[in-house]
């Protein structure tokens, strides 16, 4: 697909750790589409996983290093911080996982819907219902969407999906949400909707390689962390 002429005012945020040589490939897949300014955390990958961030670099890509790992959360702000201080100029921010889930073709479509949309948080939606998505998932977010839809009146189909983008005028929002691992996506739904800022939905397609083998989610402990949000902030909701 041509690039369309407003993709080089995106800028695509990437929180990673421990990536393999297939972020290198996926960077080149989003250069396809326009994407040229690219922004990768490194939130505390071991000694090894360096030349592979060194590659990045030399791909154009603008690469943070955290000393340790700080989780998705964190990587993420450190993203927006980073973004904030350097971009004077951009449409919209679209973040999206290293593992290689998110096509580059949804980027485009989300990023898109964005631009059009400047105020919202827009959201790549999965389908779990396919029949090569990992039961884990197929569990996990069924859950997660249920128990949100009851506290906060807005049914989500995947609460946990990291492909999302917006506009500069959301990014201080963002950057206030608490939270350091993967439970910070979630505060962000709750901020938005208590916030008022229109959440858009966009279906994409569910990649999934070796069963979700790369993976950083820690299935009980990160389940837990998000059950837990979700229910400590629905005493302030209400």
């Known amino acids: 697909m041509p690039a369309h002429p407003l993709d080089h005012e995106t800028i695509i945020l990437i929180p990673s750790l421990e990536p393999t040589e297939k972020l290198i490939h996926y960077v080149d897949e989003l250069k396809e589409y326009g994407f040229y300014r690219i922004v990768v955390v490194d939130d505390g990958s071991p000694e090894p996983y360096r030349l592979i961030f060194e590659r990045l670099r030399e791909q154009g890509c603008a690469v943070i290093h955290h000393a340790e790992n700080m989780g998705k959360g964190a990587a993420l702000k450190s993203g927006m911080h980073y973004i904030r201080a350097n971009y004077p100029s951009y449409s919209c921010v679209v973040t999206v996982d290293s593992d290689g889930q998110h096509a580059a073709e949804d980027v ?16 790549g939606i999965r389908d779990f219902r396919q029949p090569h998505v990992p039961i884990k998932s197929w ?92 229910l400590s902030h629905s005493v302030r909701f209400w």
């Open 108 to 123: 485009y479509q989300v990023a898109r819907v964005a631009k059009r949309q400047a105020g919202a948080l827009v959201l």
């Open 139 to 230: 569990i996990g977010n069924r859950i997660s969407s249920a128990v949100f839809a009851l506290l906060y009146g807005r049914y989500l189909q995947d609460t946990q999906t990291g492909l999302r983008a917006f506009g500069p005028q959301v990014l201080p929002l963002m950057l206030q949400v608490p939270g350091d691992r993967f439970e910070y996506e979630l505060q962000v739904l709750i901020a938005c909707i208590r916030s008022g800022i229109p959440i858009v939905t966009l279906p994409i397609r569910v990649i999934y390689e070796n069963g979700n083998a790369g993976t950083h989610f820690k299935p009980i402990r990160d389940s837990l962390s998000i059950m837990k949000v979700m």
